[in-house]
């Protein structure tokens, strides 16, 4: 398969179809007749298809109306986006089969659930086909207009027979924010006379494009963390119907061609069993007659792989059904030049809408071979679980129950089984509380999707990644977890997680108390000190009332403040509940320790905090901040464009974040605007190759390690392989933490996860005070990462702190806030944000 490439790719084609009239039979496949009933698009959008970038509004209004005309196809509404979109999603099959419709979804659900002998010989195909979830790689979803109308208007007994042995759930737009935005920006730029130039305006969007969802996020990297609206509505899709093939259509650079799955053969994750990758080639046979047959050039087995499961085309592969990847070289636009000719917009869509009918054309040959293959994962599974001397797995947080939720909360989200904790227990050394701590048990439906959650690992085949080589769950989350070889832990099953639910212990006449410890302690801190209530932090530990309290312990006195003390209990009262934490009430001051009046109770000011962004910043870090603050904390986050900074008064703000950037994003007069902010006191928050700019830039003093590898024996052809292997793309590693420095404030463990992507390695300060958080000399938890850097990485340090006239400079490495699913490392951001003036 690798090397099936057509000769000819006709540009002349190109050319002649960017000047003469576009039609639907362009696409269309032109030996058989269509139902004249059934709108076409051009009917409903008023524009044919490729002709204009079709918004979602038109795309939705598209497919509502041929639900509407096609006794064929159902619609429904799964959610919405976060800018309010509809989330649909098409079901097609014979209306015969409308009728049975949840029998046959049963029926279907039944191969994978008890694993039986069930007979496969008349059973429906169900294929997931999903278009365009990176917005501006939009051929999939305006592809999703001709092949929706094909699948209701084409007649003849050759689609009836093949549509009642299947079932196809057709996704339009994965992304439907993305899509939206950057048909607005292709549209609105779009000439009468088509500049195919590359240096046109058209072809080079605004930061921070379309490619990402509302908060910036790519939303192809969510299918096993499922964080996101759009990501729950498919994972939902998904187990319901359990589908046998999942296609993800996307777009590459503009002078590719045509990519479909298989990927490297290398990179395919040890979970994946083989057949899954020769079914996969096999269904290749079928795109590459396909796109012969138009004459596109196509290419497979290189450059993509199959190994992290968060992504469309590879989640499926774990839960017994096939995923397949399209990457079609794009216009970007309406038509751009390329190393292959004139790239127009309908060849690309007619690409995606050939392999569409391709997938299903598979499909319908190999229906039992697929479905005999389902069948086969899910007993073959059952008896690895059967055999395994880890009978399940028990994870949570003593002192931080709301992480522990989450994570179970993706664990339902996936229909994965799981218990509460019977009675408190020690396990291994690990202390797990009953009501914050979970039991998993193996011998369930799926173990595998199970082990790819929670596994680490660290060796593999190849030294090359597409996306990240770890995401061990428990170690995003930072929460205890242990494997046992029995479930004599486990409570009863939950089959509904109860909500989490906050309180106040009784009303004071003196203060409330509650530890740094819970995931939701900063919405809780910003509520109180937005609301203009005095707070103060504890530096040092104490004990009160027959209960301990740790660093970072907020305390709120009820006297001298603006609300009285039947108010502030009330208050107090609905902080708890809206951020799910126990709060204490208190008598007295005295305490085993620093008593309450100490001045090791440090106040805690209101924050007012921005974040720069704009072109050259890394839109993906930007919007993980963003959504964080938004999402979870209920923050305030004012976004500063850097087109604008230099007009801005930054006195207003007490923090101000700068997320990881390209090249010299910041220019020498916004450099200096910004450390003379500092030096007036603000607090400054750097990440990843921030903290190179902040040495560069003289707002700290770092030294940093370096790599000096030099290749031998590497001939050119290998080159790019040998430097791709340094890069480290996504891993887990070790760090020791030193409790008492605020940057760790409610962590209870004096170690902690954290993910890296960045080769940025700072070596510790001379005093040990200031490195509170350190790599350990055998960092390595899970993931990849070359010899040479691992030694760089040993001992040195992820975080500095440093002063700057009255302010602070802060630097982080690592991403605290990897993709929404790191809760283990939020806080870290969190307490910059609140102490930073204590550091």
Do not use: C
């Not at 169900?126 to 501006?136: A, L, P, R």
């Not at 899709?237 to 590719?256: A, Q, R, V």
């Not at 089984?417 to 009675?423: G, I, P, Q």
């Amino acid at each position: 398969m690798k090397n099936l490439l057509l000769s000819v790719l006709l540009a002349v084609s190109f050319t002649s179809l960017a000047q003469e009239k576009l039609d639907l039979n362009y696409y269309l496949p032109q030996n058989i007749s269509y139902d004249a009933s059934i709108p076409t698009p051009k009917d409903i959008i008023g524009h044919e298809v490729g002709e204009w970038h079709v918004t979602h509004d038109k795309l939705m209004f598209y497919m509502q109306a041929l639900a509407k005309a096609s006794n064929r196809i159902s619609i429904e509404n799964r959610g919405e986006t976060f800018e309010g979109r509809p989330i649909l999603l098409l079901t097609v099959t014979t209306p015969q089969n409308h009728q049975n419709i949840e029998q046959i979804r049963k029926d279907h659900v039944a191969l994978t659930e008890s694993g039986t002998d069930a007979n496969t010989s008349s059973m429906p195909i169900i294929v997931y086909q999903g278009f365009s979830i990176h917005g501006n790689e939009p051929s999939g979803s305006n592809a999703a207009l001709a092949y929706a109308y094909y699948l209701a208007a084409a007649q003849g007994p050759e689609i009836e027979a093949m549509l009642d042995k299947m079932v196809i759930l057709l996704d339009p737009s994965f992304n439907p924010d993305g899509l939206q935005r950057f048909a607005y920006w292709a549209n609105t730029n779009k000439s009468i006379t088509l500049v195919a130039d590359n240096n046109e305006r058209e072809y080079h969007e605004v930061w921070p494009g379309g490619r990402t969802n509302h908060y910036w996020f790519d939303m192809n990297r969510d299918w096993l963390p499922v964080q996101l609206p759009e990501s729950r509505a498919r994972i939902e899709s998904f187990h319901k119907w359990m589908p046998n093939i999942l296609t993800d259509h996307h777009e590459m650079g503009t002078n590719s061609t045509f990519f479909f799955q298989p990927g490297e053969p290398m990179r395919t994750h040890p979970l994946t069993p083989d057949m899954n990758q020769e079914l996969t080639r096999e269904i290749g046979t079928y795109h590459a007659k396909a796109l012969d047959k138009i004459g596109s050039l196509y290419y497979s087995e290189e450059g993509y792989d199959d190994y992290y499961y968060g992504k469309g085309s590879t989640f499926p592969d774990v839960n017994g059904s096939i995923g397949i990847l399209f990457e079609q070289g794009s216009s970007r636009g309406h038509i751009q030049e390329s190393e292959n000719g004139l790239l127009t917009f309908p060849f690309t869509v007619r690409n995606q809408f050939t392999t569409a009918l391709s997938t299903i054309e598979a499909a319908k040959n190999m229906r039992e071979k697929i479905l005999n293959y389902q069948q086969k994962y899910y007993q073959d599974i059952k008896a690895e679980a059967s055999r395994s001397k880890v009978k399940g797995i028990v994870f949570g947080d003593s002192k931080d129950g709301a992480k522990a939720w989450h994570l179970a909360e993706i664990l339902q989200r996936h229909k994965i089984k799981f218990h509460e904790l019977a009675n408190d227990a020690t396990i291994n050394g690990k202390s797990y509380a009953k009501g914050k701590s979970y039991v998993i048990p193996m011998n369930q439906k799926n173990p595998r999707l199970i082990k790819g959650m929670f596994e680490k690992r660290t060796t593999f085949k190849d030294s090359i990644f597409y996306d990240v080589s770890a995401w061990t769950f428990p170690l995003a989350f930072n929460v205890d977890y242990t494997e046992v070889s029995s479930l004599n832990n486990a409570g009863p099953e939950i089959t509904s997680l109860p909500p989490m639910i906050g309180s106040v212990s009784a009303k004071s006449s003196y203060a409330y108390l509650f530890e740094w410890n819970e995931y939701y302690t900063p919405k809780a801190l910003n509520t109180i000190t937005q609301k203009g209530i005095r707070a103060k932090v504890a530096t040092s530990p104490f004990t009160l009332e027959g209960k301990t309290y740790g660093y970072g312990t907020i305390m709120v006195p009820v006297q001298n403040q603006d609300l009285n003390a039947n108010e502030l209990h009330e208050f107090m009262q609905q902080v708890a509940t809206e951020s799910n934490l126990s709060i204490t009430s208190v008598g007295t001051g005295l305490t085993k320790g620093i008593d309450l009046g100490s001045n090791d109770f440090e106040p805690v000011k209101k924050q007012k905090v921005a974040i720069i962004v704009g072109n050259g910043i890394r839109s993906y870090d930007a919007g993980e901040i963003w959504h964080l603050f938004d999402t979870r904390y209920n923050i305030e986050l004012t976004k500063i464009d850097l087109s604008y900074l230099r007009s801005v008064d930054l006195s207003k703000y007490t923090d101000i974040i700068l997320p990881s950037a390209y090249g010299n994003a910041i220019d020498k007069g916004n450099t200096d605007k910004i450390k003379e902010w500092v030096k007036s006191g603000g607090t400054l928050i750097g990440y990843r190759n921030i903290a190179e700019w902040f040495n560069k830039n003289e707002f700290m003093k770092l030294e940093f390690k370096k790599d000096t590898l030099v290749g031998k024996n590497i001939n050119f052809e290998q080159k790019s392989d040998f430097r791709g292997a340094q890069v480290t793309g996504g891993a887990i590693f070790e760090a020791g933490l030193d409790l008492t420095h605020p940057i760790n404030y409610g962590y209870k463990n004096t170690n902690i996860s954290l993910f890296r992507n960045t080769n940025v390695y700072i070596k510790p300060d001379k005093n040990s005070y200031n490195n509170p958080i350190v790599y350990t000399n055998d960092p390595l938890l899970s993931g990849y990462i070359s010899e040479e850097n691992l030694e760089m990485l040993k001992n040195s340090v992820p975080f500095q702190v440093q002063g700057l006239g009255k302010g602070k400079v802060i630097a982080f490495t690592d991403n605290t806030n990897f993709r929404a699913f790191w809760y283990g490392t939020n806080k870290l951001l969190m307490n910059a944000i609140f102490f930073g003036e204590l550091m």
